[in-house]
């Protein structure tokens, strides 16, 4: 018995020399390290060095003791799959700066966390590339620590980040629930630099105020580019406090919106056909008119003649919005213009509603679509869609809880590319 105790001191000693040499902090010492009874868990007492006065939480800066506070366990990274736990007792101060009685500041800890500083930027680290609920499976921890580890680790970035000269941002929205649940997200999409700026919830003017705020006057008359889809909010906010910029109406956008018409003429006179009993020849032609008609197989394209040779209110919207494509091979914004106007000209006298009112609304827009090209086609919203498809899979990735709070975290901890907290060590 006394051989086994004599090696599990001795295994000890030695975590106390691997401690010391990764994850030292001055005014404190490692006094001992000991398997708990269940030996699942390792203790490692900590004390402050002999002499060291302790720091204020408030005003960060050495003051007088007061008394100390009972032992707490700060939960470190596992070790060999034991769980390791520092055993601190906070003492209190009395500072004279800040008049009052305060508890100190620990190096390895913030505030009132129970996981130590390492061990969160160890997780977060982790559930970046996992799902949260598989980062907290792998280290044997909860759900709820993983949050707080990113609480922690983007909250510091947020403080931390420099916005610096932010020439381009695409503005974007995505339903993260049913029942029109909706997140605004803003990016900073310069070629040097893409990055999520803001979260916000919902989609309107008030909660779109809030970027504005947070990235200040400074930051936000020095935008050259903004790109947007025609949500009116966006619209008008842009216009009131960022009038110096070039706005461009999102390609993306426009022709989403239009495959939506295209789609909805076709469900419809699909189902007309099936009441008044006619040949079912739109059946399965969802995708062959969706999808652009270079991108089709050899068998689709032979399809896709057949069904274009039908006198079909679907046909003639489909060779619309075919048609309307050519618009992104135009470089002179005089051109394009002339092309956009013929085009709207023609398609509000098709008779076919939903695609009219694509052409009504695009010449409301007509300005801001232009845009595009005064803007040298430089300003690609490619660039926020590949961002906002990387969103929606962090979305995916991240709930437990699909809290707003949940996902404005997860979200700026992928997609921000904020600074992470200093650490003694490279843990991995
Ligand atoms: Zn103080």
């Not at 620590?145 to 995505?174: C, M, N, P, S, Y």
């Not at 060779?319 to 106007?341: T, V």
């Not at 996902?407 to 843990?427: D, M, N, Q, R, V």
């Amino acid at each position: 018995m006394v051989e086994v105790f004599a090696i599990v001191r001795f295994r000890a000693m030695e975590l106390i020399t691997i401690l010391n040499g990764c994850h030292h902090f001055r005014g404190f010492v490692y006094h001992h390290a000991l398997f708990t009874t269940d030996k699942k868990s390792i203790e490692v007492s900590v004390r402050p060095r002999k002499g060291s006065a302790a720091i204020c939480s408030r005003c960060h800066r050495p003051a007088r003791g007061y008394d100390q506070l009972p032992e707490r366990r700060f939960e470190f990274i596992p070790l060999w799959g034991f769980f390791v736990f520092f055993l601190y007792a906070m003492r209190r101060v009395d500072c004279r700066r800040c008049g009052a009685v305060v508890v100190e500041e620990v190096p390895w800890a913030d505030g009132k966390r129970t996981l130590t500083k390492a061990y969160m930027l160890f997780l977060a680290r982790w559930a970046r590339r996992l799902s949260w609920k598989e980062t907290a499976q792998v280290f044997r921890t909860s759900w709820e620590k993983v949050f707080d580890a990113v609480e922690h680790v983007v909250t510091w970035g947020l403080e931390h980040r420099t916005l610096g000269q932010i020439d381009a941002i695409g503005v974007d929205e995505i339903q993260y629930a049913k029942g029109h649940k909706y997140l605004t997200l803003v990016y900073q999409i310069d070629i040097g630099i893409t990055r999520l700026l803001w979260v916000g919830k919902e989609r309107t003017v008030q909660s779109f105020q809030g970027f504005f705020t947070a990235m200040g006057q400074e930051v936000i008359s020095n935008i050259v580019f903004i790109c947007s889809d025609m949500w009116d909010p966006y619209l008008k906010l842009i216009r009131e406090k960022c009038s110096e910029a070039l706005h461009i109406l999102d390609r993306f956008h426009i022709v989403a919106k239009m495959n939506k018409a295209l789609d909805e003429v076709r469900a419809d006179e699909a189902r007309r056909m099936k009441r008044e009993g006619r040949a079912p020849v739109l059946h399965k032609s969802r995708w062959l008119l969706l999808r652009r008609s270079e991108n089709l197989g050899v068998e689709q394209h032979f399809r896709l003649r057949d069904l274009l040779r039908y006198n079909l209110k679907t046909v003639r919207a489909y060779l619309l919005k075919e048609a309307f494509q050519q618009l992104w091979n135009y470089n002179s914004p005089a051109w394009a213009g002339k092309f956009l106007d013929e085009w709207c000209r023609q398609t509000i006298r098709s008779r076919i509603e939903p695609m009219k009112k694509i052409a009504r609304s695009l010449r409301q827009h007509r300005e801001l679509i232009l845009n595009y090209f005064r803007a040298q086609k430089l300003i690609s919203s490619g660039v926020v869609e590949g961002l906002n498809n990387k969103a929606k899979v962090t979305i995916r990735k991240s709930y437990g809880f699909r809290t707003y709070h949940v996902l404005e975290l997860a979200l700026y901890h992928s997609l921000g590319k904020l600074p992470e907290p200093e650490s003694t060590h490279e843990f991995f």
